[in-house]
């Protein structure tokens, strides 16, 4: 039934060294219909060792104002997806899909940079597994965090760049990815 799945090559939080969350992230609903993809800006990473250090480093700027990390998984230049808040619990991003979207940063920032093979493989394959496992619905769709809009506009090009556009190009490709522009009205 399932097709081949690939053994996720995942970095626990224990194993990037995480601090203790300083305040319990909001439970979501297990399936999600939304993959939001994001870049985390700063320095991309090649191995085990930096890219860990790239992880801690954005947790200690999330921790105080989000209490944690802020997004589900991280994807390394290494090929290997670091655990941010993992699949049950709700990221903190964009408030009103933060509870029924899975959100994955690739790390660094990806406006001159390109992918790397092994993390854009590595990215397909978190989905993938994901749909298999029932954390992903079977039609979900794929966003860039630049597609969304708020209203009004407080900071207009805070998130304009993200993902960076060798990240948005290939995500522009896939079939799940949904080409609107979604506009969130605040009051
Ligand atoms: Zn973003």
């Known amino acids: ?83 941010g808040r993992g699949w049950y619990k709700s990221s903190i991003s964009i408030p009103e899909y933060d509870a029924i979207s899975v959100s994955v940063a690739f790390i660094g920032s990806y406006t001159n940079q390109f992918l790397t093979t092994v993390e854009w493989a590595a990215f397909k394959d978190l989905i993938n597994f994901g749909v298999a496992y029932k954390f992903i619905s079977k039609d979900y769709q794929i966003l860039g965090h630049q597609q969304f809009r708020i209203i009004p506009e407080v900071y207009p090009i805070y998130h304009a760049q993200c993902p960076g556009r060798h990240v948005y190009e290939l995500l522009g490709a896939l079939s799940h990815w949904n080409n609107r522009t979604v506009t969130i009205y605040r009051n």
């Open 1 to 83: 039934m399932m097709d081949t799945i690939t053994p996720l090559r995942i970095i626990y939080r224990e194993m990037w060294f995480a601090s203790p969350i300083r305040e319990p992230s909001h439970f979501k609903p297990k399936l999600c219909t939304y993959v939001i993809v994001h870049e985390s800006g700063g320095p991309n990473c090649g191995n085990f060792a930096d890219c860990c250090k790239c992880v801690k480093d954005l947790q200690q700027k999330d921790i105080t104002s989000k209490g944690d990390i802020r997004y589900n998984f991280l994807i390394g230049g290494d090929g290997a997806i670091y655990e």
